[in-house]
């Protein structure tokens, strides 16, 4: 029988490699401009809360995911702003 903590690794390598290929292909694009930074904080308040409720349960394949999505979120929050930040500073040299 297969351990509930060996499906519960498996999805979340899953999530995080879903979620690292959406921030590589964000930062890939040009201008940046389809992207919401509400999808970032939405996604990192919502982590936070998971993480919490995950201490509160014990559950360390939540704890760590949820820390992990919370590192994607900030990253990607991160790279967008440095994306539109030196985007500004091209348009204005231009």
Excluded: E
């Excluded at 490699?17 to 990192?44: E, H, K, Y």
């Excluded at 919370?70 to 030196?86: C, D, E, F, N």
Aim: net charge positive; charged share 15%; glycine share 8%.
């Amino acid at each position: 029988m297969m351990s509930p903590d060996i499906v519960g690794w498996a999805a979340s390598a899953i999530l995080l490699a879903t979620l690292i290929r959406q921030i590589a292909a964000q930062m890939r694009d040009p201008d940046a401009r389809g992207v919401s930074r509400w999808l970032f904080i939405g996604q990192s308040a919502a982590s936070i809360g998971f993480i919490v409720y995950s201490v509160m349960v014990d559950n360390l394949v939540f704890i760590v995911t949820n820390s992990c999505i919370l590192a994607t979120a900030l990253g990607g929050q991160a790279s967008l702003w440095w994306r539109r930040s030196h985007q500004g500073k091209k348009t204005r040299a231009s």
